[in-house]
Structure formats: C-alpha cells, structure tokens
C-alpha cells in the first residue's frame, strides 16, 4: 500500500471510521513511513477541530412558527372557508394574490380620493383605464414582493417594500390632508401667505410634492432597509422609481382640474423628494443599526 | 409506551396527531437547523431555511412513504433547499453568506476560563470559515458525515452520486480544510 492510499484513508476515516484500514496494515506501514505518521497527526488535529463546532438550539421565533404551520395545516378548522381564505392570502406562491392586492390596493386609494374630490367629473373612459392601469402597476410591484419574500431575492423585496409602504403612508396623509387642500390652506394662512405668493402656483405644488414624497419614502426605506445592504443609492433611487409610478396615478387624477405648471411642479417635486427620502432613510436605518451595535460593543 | 419510530410519528402525523410532528421536530429540528447554519454560516438564512424546510415536510404529509427513511427524506429536503439557494444566490452573484460568520456562541458550557473560551471561539471561528471557503458539494459530504454520521453509502445515495464520489470529494474537502487550519496544529505543539 502507498503513501498516497494511506493518507486518504487516513482522511477519510476521520470522517467515516468504518472506512479506516485494518490496524495491523496501518500500524506496518505508519512504522516505517514519517510522512504518513505526521499526516495523521494532522488530520487527528483537523477531526478535533470539527468536532468543536458547536450545536445551536432552535431559534424559538422558528421553532413556533414551524409548530404553528404543522399544527394549522392539520387541524379540522383547516377545512373551513375561513381557513381557505386565510391560507390563501397568506401564500406567497398564490399567483392570484398579486392581482387581488392590486384590485384591493386599488379601491381602497380611489376611496380615499372620492372622499376629497368629486371623480364622476372625470370621463369614464379616463378613469376606467387609469383604475386599470394602477391595479396592474400594484399588482406587479405586489409580485415582485411576493417573489422578494418567497426567494429571498432581497433586492426585489426592498425595491417593492420601499414602494409599499411609502404609497401606504402617501395615502394615509392624504386622508387627512390631500396635497391640494395644504396648499391652499397654506395659500390663506396669514404666516405663510406671503411666503407662497412668492412662490408661483406650480412652485408651491413643487415643494408640497417633495414633502409628500419625501417623508413617505424616507419611512418606507427606513422599513425595508433591514435585511438589505447593498448599493444604498442606487437600489434606493430604484425604489423611489417604484413608488413613482404607483403615485404617478393619484398626481394626474388630483391634477386634473388644474394646469399643467401644477401638474408638472407636483412631478418634479414627488420626483425630487421620493429620491432624498429613499436615499435618506436607508442612510437612517443602516447608521442606527451600526451605533446601535457600536453601542453594545463598548458599553 | 415504547417510543414511536420518525416513520410511525410522520403517518401519525399525516392523520391528525399534532403532538407527533412535535415529537419529529424536536428530534430533528436542531440537527437540520444547525446543518444549515454549519453551511451557510449565516443564522439568519439557517433560519429562513430550518422553517421551510419543515413547511416542506409538513405540505408533503400525505405523500410521505414510510419506506423511505425519514432521516435521510429530510436529509434530502434541507440538501435540495440549500442547492436551490445557492444557485439563485450564484446567479444573482452575489455573496450572500455572510462575510463573517458567526462563532456560535451555545456550546461553552463550563465559561469558566475566559481565556480559553476566546481560544476556542477563535477556533470555532477559523473551522466555520474554513468550511465556509469549500466548494459547496465538499460541505456537504463534509457535514454529512462529519456531524449527522451518516456513511459515504448513504451520503451517495442521499445526493446521487457513487459512493466512491462522494469519499472522493470528502478527501478533497480535507485536504483543504488540513491546508487552512494547519497553523491550529503548529499553535498546538
Ligand atoms: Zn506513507
């Protein structure tokens, strides 16, 4: 037997010791071979250090969600029409939940429009396709989430997260106060009136729209940012894309009784900000997490 | 009441009996958990990957044939899962194991010498990496036999290859892992 036949079953006996030679072969050979009986020092050293690895319990946030999983999947509950429902919009894999998401997303936001203006003003046809038009763009950024979370491609997750959440929060400020009514209000307030009559009316949709757009997308990055570190500006200024398109709707719709300089400034300005605020917010959550650990390291 | 072999606790499993799943995971949940994280060195993705893992088992409950051996079903599931992930992360190019792997920190039990619990969180470090720097199909036949004992005849057939192949690639394995930590057996004498 060679050196070169030794050595691997040295090696691999390491691992598997039903595969080591015969002793009285091994011991013949190590005898008379200094080669072979400092490898198998060698590999004695790398078998121990293997063996110091150490076993981790499981996370408990796993081991219930795991439990939880076996426990619905098999319970009678799991038959009823509520339990169909539930799994099905909480399947990633579910192709169909994008377009509900987008349908739903939809109606929800023209709701929230309806409450502050008067859409039948608008022609039928141009609203049906504009309806259209944004529950297909909801229904692809939905997608893209949903293949994000399924394939851990955490790039598309961020991308549609960012987008999401920041839309979501665009149109929880617009229940309050649409970016119409501010401007005016602003427009008539004894503080600022002047401040805005310096301002031409398309530049006052210019800085109403980098703040509509900056805030939200700031938080939206903020949110989504987490698992994700890589490429900040340009990654982000792609989410801010994102959420242009799905706001890109909501601007046109609420502009469509004013000019074009509103239009455009209002673009220009959610443009301008969704940018900053992407930008800005993931900055925010990467450096937090960063002091935070710092924080923990030297205290 | 003797106890109920993985496969009995799978069918019991696939008719209803919750406590039996329990029983599998608790079993089999920290090996394959900690198969992952060996793997990936990542806790998060070990994570990400022991849940689907289970999801998969629990979604195949009624397809499972108990002549199959559990074990090695499940061996089967998380190697496919790893496969699948390393391939999507090699497509997108990017490096998603994590840069620094974690020194588990779970199997210190005395903690009494400080000294030496840094030596051998270094230690557990340096083998983490060195794993970590292996061709992926040598991590497995590495873990494989290594921590889960199974034989280079059952890793073959786990993963579809001879047995002579998969002795072939464990030697592979060690002699680049023998390369990387050579300097712990130089500080040891
Ligand atoms: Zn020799």
Known sequence: ?299 | MPQRSDEQLMRDYARGDVQAFEALFRRHGQKIYNLFLRFSGDPQLAEDLLQECFLRVIEARDRYRSENAFDRWLITIAINLLRDHHRRSRRRNEKTMSEEPVAPDAGNPAGTNPQLDLERRYLQDAVQKALLSLPAEQREVILLSKYYGFSFAEIADMLNITPAAAKQKAYRGMLSLRKKLAYLKEQDT
Do not use: K
């Open chain 1, 1 to 299: 037997m060679n050196c070169e036949q030794v050595q691997q079953q040295l090696a691999v006996a390491v691992l598997d010791p039903s595969q080591a030679l015969p002793e009285q072969d091994l011991t013949a050979h190590l005898e008379r071979c200094d080669i072979c009986r400092s490898a198998l020092q060698e590999w004695t050293a790398v078998g121990q250090a293997l063996q110091e690895l150490p076993e981790r319990p499981v996370p408990p946030a796993a081991r219930r969600a795991v439990l939880q999983h076996a426990h619905q999947a098999v319970s009678p509950a799991a038959n009823s029409v509520w339990a169909w429902l539930r799994e099905w919009l909480l399947d990633w894999r579910n192709p169909m939940l994008p377009i509900f998401m987008g349908l739903l997303t939809t109606s929800v936001f023209a709701l929230v429009l309806a409450m502050h203006m008067d859409l039948s003003l608008l022609p039928p046809l141009g609203l049906t396709l504009a309806g259209a038009m944004w529950t297909g763009l909801f229904a692809v950024v939905f997608y893209l989430f949903s293949v994000g979370m399924r394939q851990r491609e955490h790039s598309w997750r961020f991308l549609a997260q960012t987008a999401l959440v920041a839309i979501g929060i665009f149109f929880v400020i617009t229940v309050f106060s649409p970016l119409p009514h501010a401007v005016r209000f602003c427009s008539n307030f004894s503080l600022t009136q002047p401040l805005m009559e310096r301002l031409s009316i398309g530049g006052a949709y210019f800085v109403f729209g980098v703040l509509y757009s900056l805030v939200p997308m700031a938080i939206g990055a903020f949110v989504a940012a987490g698992r994700y570190a890589q490429h900040p500006v340009l990654r982000s200024s792609m989410a801010g894309g994102v959420f242009m398109l799905l706001l890109a709707p909501a601007i046109f719709l609420q502009c469509a009784p004013f000019a074009l300089g509103v239009v455009l400034g209002w673009f220009g300005g959610a443009m301008l900000g969704a940018l900053v605020g992407g930008v800005l917010g993931y900055w925010a959550r990467h450096r937090l997490v960063r002091q935070s650990i710092e924080m923990y390291l030297f205290l």
